[in-house]
């Protein structure tokens, strides 16, 4: 980063999706926000591996997400990772229902191997174009469709049961 006004500009812009992606990678707002801070701290320090030239600034900073996130999973991963929410006993039904829902999904999500789930989160959740997911993981675009329809596959099978009884 060239200056102060830079890196809090950079900030401002992509500390937000940075933060979804580290959540929805890890299950755990305390470790993304870590990990985000992280990625960000790296940018100052000298010898810092960020070129603009090489490639862009969101990019770069996807991938510091992920590579921490792994780090970070692969120091724990006996521990598995649980979703911070309490249930809220004064919610309507139609809320529970929805918390409930949501649950399921954040912990069929995390159950999937971390090449798909990866792939799963930047695509649906962040919404990024199938050849950035690619540059952000170093692989083919030809492997990031496959990932992601392996991806939704084994969702919609984790996740079968919980539709046959919606009504």
Same mark, same amino acid.
């Given at each position: 980063?060239?200056s102060? @006004?830079?890196?809090t =500009?950079?900030f401002?812009?992509h %500390?937000?999706?940075?933060?979804?992606?580290?959540? !929805?990678l890890?299950g755990?707002?305390?470790?993304?926000?870590?990990?985000v801070?992280e990625?960000?701290v790296?940018?100052?320090?000298?010898?810092c591996?960020f070129?603009?030239r !090489?490639?862009?600034?969101r990019?770069?900073?996807?991938g510091?997400v !992920?590579?921490?996130?792994?780090?970070?999973? !692969?120091?724990r991963e006996?521990?598995a990772a649980e979703?911070?929410?309490?249930?809220d006993l004064r919610s309507?039904?139609?809320?529970?229902?929805r918390a409930?829902?949501?649950?399921?999904?954040?912990?069929?999500?995390?159950?999937l191997?971390?090449?798909?789930?990866e792939?799963?989160?930047?695509? %649906?959740?962040?919404q990024?174009?199938?050849?950035?997911?690619?540059?952000?993981l @170093?692989?083919?675009?030809g492997?990031?469709?496959? =990932?992601?329809? =392996?991806?939704r596959g084994?969702?919609?099978?984790?996740?079968?049961?919980?539709?046959? =009884?919606?009504p």
């Amino acid at each position: 980063m060239k200056s102060l @006004g830079e890196f809090t =500009r950079a900030f401002d812009q992509h %500390h937000l999706a940075l933060f979804r992606f580290a959540y !929805r990678l890890t299950g755990s707002a305390a470790d993304a926000e870590d990990i985000v801070q992280e990625c960000f701290v790296a940018l100052l320090r000298a010898g810092c591996a960020f070129d603009e030239r !090489r490639t862009p600034l969101r990019t770069y900073l996807f991938g510091a997400v !992920r590579n921490q996130a792994l780090k970070r999973y !692969r120091a724990r991963e006996e521990a598995a990772a649980e979703l911070e929410t309490a249930p809220d006993l004064r919610s309507p039904e139609r809320e529970l229902l929805r918390a409930e829902m949501e649950s399921t999904v954040a912990r069929a999500v995390l159950g999937l191997p971390d090449t798909q789930r990866e792939v799963l989160v930047l695509a %649906h959740y962040e919404q990024m174009p199938l050849a950035e997911i690619a540059e952000v993981l @170093g692989i083919e675009v030809g492997a990031v469709k496959s =990932r992601l329809q =392996r991806a939704r596959g084994a969702l919609r099978e984790m996740l079968a049961e919980y539709q046959e =009884r919606m009504p």
